[in-house]
């Protein structure tokens, strides 16, 4: 180094001296940093203890923030992958008769018409129908499809779906055309195999000619299909119909557009369309149908707000929706989210409440340092570095604990997440700036805490008061998330089992379901017949589907009223009730020896009182369906039954129709009640029947209480991951308390030697430690009680059937947690207690 000083007599001597310094400063920086290093490394191993409490903790919480992160982000990334996707709407209906309102997923084909010639801010827009589910053939392979969807020409115009084989622009332009996904294609065809001009026979009927292959719809969108068929197949149909609400248009805005405008506009136009047939079908004018606070009007939505948005925001019938959509809900996601930053802010709290409990064992350590010279940054330096090793080895650790877990959390939220640490050039980094965020956050206050000792303080032994008062809020705050995580957990649980065993006003029980009935085409008599051949079968029903998105929805009018009511139908026939359990309130059910019944109906409770709230009966009044191809159609009500439920319990019982007649839609709902018998048993009943009468589609069997079960998965899964979540915020939150018991012992050793000569007992030293504890949770409990009965009952508003918190849960979270505390806090207070005070106080 000296030799460089005069190696070179050009350089002047000031230039020779600043690079020395520099050199010899970043050599300092350099050894200040291994120093660091090392010093952090032999604190973590000298205090193992303490070290494993620590990182565990941390791990721990920031193993639930990756967790939930990757959930959060696999459920807001939905539709987003469509270029310009922030300018694609989805048109929904919103419908109010009578004082009723209702929003629905579904419009009618004219608003497709009128977007392409009266909106010029339109670029593209496309219509999309769900027809039925099909019986497919290609050569001598036969395939029953239900995800067969029916799209216009402009399809991908609106949605940039990548075709594989094919022509995008002419792909759906002409009648009989269909374009397939890759995976559709490999079922038919094989791997790799050009299926373009190659033909499909749908029902043995009607042949489509290939146009297409598309990429198979990524998880993350709301829509799937496996076959798109032209809409120019149906030959215009519904065209000039603006009361048939079963298609999706979706509308692409130019740039700059303006929605909200465009809305105003469509408002017009649909009432100058509507108007006219709705007058027709209610014979009123539609300036009187208006007066009378209805209104039927087409708004927009945005399609990344389709998925997680619909229900919350907009108050669109989940059950509008088409049954393939997928469908989630931003309150749970939001609760997921808040529920992984409580725990990481349990572990951080953690994290500075041991730090902060050390403090008066490194005090001298701090005093002597400053005494041989170190500044206050270098020990804020020193600090800071023992928090980012002890977060860096928390990061790795929560890493593996993210690989261990993320099977299990898939399997129970049904999804398909992992965590991409090398198939993505932001994981690492995001990890780093993580370790240095969590570091900054847990190190800074134990950092600037310790580096604020003066040397003459330290070395007489003078402790600072104000430290308690951060340790106490940081240990109440930490319980009382705890606390208020429990009371969720018990509420959630309540809630989902109050749904499984509500009284639904049928008997579920015994019943088997098949929902793939339609498949049977004209053997469905045939099929029910050889069933009551068993012994053990006790009835057969058709009906249409329930349970599920989809049941069908129209317009009524009672006898002498022309305002409307909004009711949900189904198509049953004669064994209908009986099959069900249904009770009858007055009147009869449908009678096969009544020829009459063809134009007859059963009501429900809950239409009758919306068709007469104040009539007595109504037994043989009469009721209008307002179809959609604007033809009233009148029945005779010969029945009222008690009401049951047919959608989920999410929902209140709608008014319900029923008519007696085929039913007409894709699903089709064979419903078996059994006498007695396992379901292993029912279903060898069931299987060799549908056998001989359907080879090329198997039985979709299902036992009716597991349908029932289905319907609440989203409550199932979020019970089970804020069970596991709550357990783990109390095991975090002891594990400190753990470590911050064993330092507040340890300081107090002189004192419990001295009470116990004094004749203090076990029990009296026990106490003198734990009061302070018990009061912090006491504390926890107070914050915790109203905070998890406003964010519960807000969450409760979201079923139409609910439990409601009881006092019980606040009182038995309190317990549990004071319980579990009390034991991890007074396991050392024994230990301390029954310690032999010579040895504490040998050293005085």
């Known amino acids: 180094m000296f030799l460089f000083l005069f190696a070179y007599p050009r350089c002047s001597i000031h230039r020779r001296l600043c690079f020395m310094r520099t050199f010899i400063c970043r050599t300092n920086n350099n050894n200040m940093i291994r120093s660091y290093l090392k010093i952090a490394w032999r604190n973590l191993m000298r205090n ?27 459920e807001f990334g939905y539709d987003a992958y469509y270029k310009n996707a922030e300018r694609i709407y989805r048109v929904y209906i919103y419908i109010s008769l009578n004082g009723v309102q209702s929003y629905g997923a579904k419009t009618s084909p004219p608003v497709a018409e009128a977007f392409r010639t009266r909106f010029p801010e339109v670029e593209a827009n496309t219509l999309v129908s769900y027809e039925a589910a099909y019986n497919m053939r290609y050569g001598e392979k036969t395939f029953r499809e239900y995800r ?11 949605f940039d779906h990548p075709l594989v084989w094919g022509n995008a622009a002419t792909a759906l332009q002409g009648p009989n055309q269909v374009v397939i996904t890759q995976s559709t294609a490999k079922r038919y065809f094989g791997e790799g195999t050009d299926p373009i001009g190659r033909q499909i026979t749908v029902n043995d009927t009607t042949s489509y000619i290939i146009t297409g292959v598309m990429t198979d719809y990524p998880y993350n969108s709301h829509f799937n299909a496996d076959m798109l068929l032209s809409m120019a197949t149906l030959h215009g149909r519904d065209d000039d119909n603006w009361l048939v609400l079963g298609y999706s248009n979706f509308v692409k805005l130019k740039e700059g557009a303006n929605a909200q405008a465009l809305e105003q506009k469509l408002k017009a136009i649909v009432q100058k369309g509507s108007g006219p047939q709705i007058e027709k079908l209610l014979g009123i004018q539609f300036q009187q149908f208006g007066r009378a606070g209805n209104a039927f009007e087409m708004r927009l939505q945005p399609l990344t707000d389709i998925y997680l948005y619909s229900k919350t925001r907009y108050n669109i019938d989940p059950n509008t929706e088409w049954g393939h959509a997928r469908t989630g809900n931003i309150v749970y996601v939001r609760i997921f989210i808040a529920t992984a930053l409580f725990v990481l802010l349990i572990a951080v709290f953690n994290f500075m ?15 002597i340092r400053k005494t041989l010279g170190s500044r206050r940054w270098q020990l804020v330096q020193q600090f800071l570095t023992e928090a980012m090793v002890t977060s860096f080895a928390a990061v790795v650790a929560a890493v593996v604990i993210v ?6 959390f898939n399997h129970t939220m049904g999804k398909d997440i992992s965590i991409p640490l090398l198939s993505s050039a932001y994981t690492i980094p995001a990890l780093l700036l993580f370790v240095i965020i969590v570091g900054l956050l847990a190190g800074s206050y134990p950092a600037a805490f310790l580096s604020a000792y003066q040397p003459v303080e330290t070395l007489k032994g003078v402790q600072r008061k104000h430290k308690a008062t951060l340790r106490s809020t940081l240990v109440v705050s930490q319980f009382a998330i705890s606390i208020a995580l429990i009371i969720g957990m018990m509420v959630v649980r309540s809630q989902l089992k109050y749904m499984q065993q509500k009284d639904l006003g049928l008997q579920p029980q015994r019943l088997v379901t098949i929902t793939n009935g339609a498949s049977l085409g004209n053997k469905l008599e045939a099929f029910r017949q050889q069933l009551l051949k068993n012994p053990a079968i006790e009835s057969v029903t058709n009906s249409s589907l329930m349970f599920a998105a989809g049941v069908p929805e129209s317009a009524y009018t009672y006898e002498g009223n022309t305002e409307p009511v909004h009711a949900s139908y189904l198509d049953v026939d004669n064994w209908f009730a009986p099959t069900f359990g249904l009770r009858l309130k007055e009147g009869r059910f449908f009678d096969p020896a009544m020829l009459t019944d063809s134009m007859a109906v059963v009501i429900n409770e809950t239409a009758a009182r919306a068709f007469a709230p104040n009539a007595s009966s109504l037994i043989s009044k009469r009721i209008i369906m307002l179809s959609n191809d604007s033809t009233p159609r009148l029945f005779t009500i010969v029945g009222v039954v008690k009401d049951f439920n047919f959608e989920s319990l999410h929902q209140t019982v709608k008014p319900l129709i029923l008519h007696l007649s085929r039913v007409q839609q894709a699903a089709t709902y064979i419903t078996i009640k059994f006498k007695s018998g396992t379901p292993q048993s029912m279903r060898a009943s069931v299987e060799p029947v549908w056998n001989s009468m359907q080879a090329y589609e198997k039985c979709n069997f299902n036992m009716l209480s597991d349908t029932l079960k289905g319907l609440y998965n989203n409550e199932r899964r979020i019970s089970a991951l804020s069970t596991l979540l709550s357990v783990l915020a109390i095991f975090v939150a002891c594990m400190g308390l753990f470590g911050l018991a064993m330092f507040i012992t340890e300081q107090r050793t002189k004192e419990i030697g001295i009470r116990k000569v004094l004749g203090a007992s076990v029990a009296e030293v026990v106490t003198t430690i734990s009061k302070k504890f018990a009061i912090w949770i006491g504390i926890a409990n107070l914050l915790a009680w109203p905070a998890a009965y406003i964010v519960l009952s807000n969450w409760l508003q979201h079923f139409a059937y609910r439990v409601q918190p009881a006092w019980w849960m606040f009182a038995a979270a309190g317990i549990v947690t004071m319980v579990v505390a009390m034991v991890t806090v007074g396991a050392l207070s024994v230990k301390a207690a029954i310690a032999n005070p010579g040895t504490s106080l040998r050293s005085e």
């Not at 067969?148 to 609106?158: H, I, M, Q, R």
């Not at 409440?353 to 005093?367: D, F, L, P, Q």
């Not at 690989?403 to 299990?408: D, G, K």
């Open 48 to 74: 193992r203890v303490i070290s494993v409490i620590n990182i565990g903790g941390l791990a721990l919480g920031l193993a639930c923030a990756i967790i939930l992160y990757l959930y959060a982000g696999s």
């Open 148 to 158: 067969v969807y029916v799209a216009d020409s402009n399809y991908f115009k609106v």
């Open 353 to 367: 409440n041991i730090a902060t409990a050390r403090s008066e064992k490194r005090a001298r350590e701090v005093g």
């Open 403 to 408: 690989q261990l877990a993320l099977p299990w």
